[in-house]
């Protein structure tokens, strides 16, 4: 609203709110920051666990971030874009998303305090993309190669990522399977290696413990046999793949059938049972004991697959279909007339198997299956639920390890190394950029702060310590041992990580600030959200919370 000599002019809708020049800035920021407080406790193998009650009354209990953030009810728009920044990380690399989020907010904490000294947002903005790049370069020097082969380094790979997860106690077991898993469906592309974890089905069945989670080399589905008179288990199996009804055809348009005698009705049904006969046989003369249906078929035709003892199973989803031909190496045909006994996909077991009260078909090792299954059993729905995502997030490392072929040391080492190589490059750069590069550095070392703050350390020393160690150039690949204290090599300790999770945390949390600092105007129209989201007075009794649905952001 502008004031026009004593007339009032509104330009916009009345009870438009709007927040400008270094207030919306600090708003904004205090968003940002206080999100990110709120997951900073769940960093690190000693991180602690939130648990999220949902409106609905739902309880998960998690420290993962990209969970955590997804179930949080945010409304702040800056704090929004925080949320975002986990969900692309997750999304791109599947790790590293609580370590994207803290160092966001790190960054606008830095830059506030930038703003304060009237150092412009863009000069800001620009410092933070050259610091942004340079620490690109530097991960990029301190990175390892790894090999497809080198069995033992991914596992460890996968056993840093898995142990600052809820699944620590069975860490090693589940490090074991995901390797497998990844190597399994791993593939030469013009030569390149890739891996395409969606190849990769998990099944979540409660009872038992995490202990006997299993990988199976072929595929699990989550359906019955379609008949009780057909065999439970076939050895050796020749599999037949359908994406057509083994039913009578229905006529696409209306038809109407006169019949005038018992005979006709008769004859009639009999051609309606020798069409089914005859496509039971068609399957069974290219020597198939086991069919896979994705649509429906008919009673009549399941009487004469159990007669012939084959399995089969009806309205088996595309997907699972999919999966099955990458398995087992057969074909899916959209007509049984196609069938023939080279497009069969084989397996050396077949069986219906019962796990509580659900029942579901194993087929199991098969030839060099590409596409493999997971069945994560546990005691209780949120251990199993809090199991598959660190299932996840360690067949992620894998698959960018595998691919990349590189890693770089864990436990804060190469966040301190760029900390250190950021400052002597900041000289470099030199005006006011100058302190946004400094300002970068310094936000990358909460990282190992965080993790030495939530193993109960003194982050002072530790810092102090850490910085000392890595004035020695061969000190490169030292961090912190959370849980002896000491500063020591990472590379020694098997604390490895893959180096496109450190890349990709750089580039989502700098994309995340600038974004954030480039705002200087917040309007709340009308209709949408009526005010400016209220802010909460402060971050500081955030720790112990437990319905964090609720939370007024």
Known sequence: MAQSGTVPVLVLKEGTGRTTGREAQKNNIMAAKIIAET?????????????????????????????????????????????????????????????????????????ENLLDKN????????????????????????????????????????????????????????????????????????????????????????????????????MVID?????????????????????????????????????????????FLDEEERMLKEMANKICKTGANVVFCEKGVDDM?????????????????????EKLARATGGKILASVEDLTSDALGNAKKVEEAKIGDDKLIYIRDCKNPKAVTIVIRGGTDHVIDEAERSMHDALCVIRNAIEDGKIVAGGGAAEAEVAKNLRAYAVKVGGREQLAVEAFAEAVECIPLTLAENAGLDPIDIMVNLRAKHENPDNKNFGIDVNTGKIVNMIEQVVLEPLRVKQQVIKSATEAANMILKIDDLISIKGTAGKTPPMPSGAGG????????????
């Not at 953030?69 to 790790?95: F, I, R, S």
């Not at 620009?126 to 497809?148: C, N, R, T, Y």
């Open 542 to 553: 955030m720790g112990g919370m437990g319905g964090m649905g609720d939370m007024p952001y």
């Open 223 to 267: 359906k019955e046999v379609a008949s009780s008179q057909m065999p439970k288990v076939i050895e050796n199996a020749k599999i037949a793949l359908l994406n057509t009804k083994l039913e009578i055809e229905k006529t696409e348009f209306d038809a109407k059938i006169n019949i005038e005698s018992p005979e006709q009705m008769n004859s």
């Open 39 to 111: 997951i900073k406790s769940t960093l690190g193998p000693c991180g602690m666990d939130k648990m999220l009650v949902t409106s609905f009354g739902d309880v998960a209990i998690t420290n993962d971030g990209a969970t955590i953030m997804k179930e949080l009810d945010v409304q702040h728009p800056a704090a929004k874009m925080l949320v975002e920044v986990a969900k692309a990380q997750d999304n791109e690399v599947g790790d590293g998303t609580t370590t994207a989020v803290v160092l966001s907010g790190e960054l606008l904490a830095k830059a």
């Open 119 to 218: 150092v412009h947002p863009t000069v800001i903005i620009e410092g933070f993309k050259k610091a942004s790049e340079k620490a690109q370069e530097i991960l990029d020097k301190l990175a390892m190669p790894i090999s497809l082969g080198d069995d033992k380094t991914l596992r460890e790979v996968a056993l840093t990522s898995l142990a600052s997860k809820g699944v620590a106690n069975a860490k090693e077991h589940f490090a074991k399977i995901s390797v497998e898993a990844v190597k399994q469906v791993s593939e030469a592309v013009n030569g390149k290696v890739k891996a395409d974890i969606d190849l990769i089905k998990v099944i979540k069945k409660h009872g038992k413990s995490l202990e006997e989670t299993e990988l199976v080399k072929g």
């Open 301 to 321: 035709a399941l009487h004469f697959l159990a007669k012939a003892g084959v399995l089969a199973v009806k309205s088996v989803s595309s997907s699972d279909m």
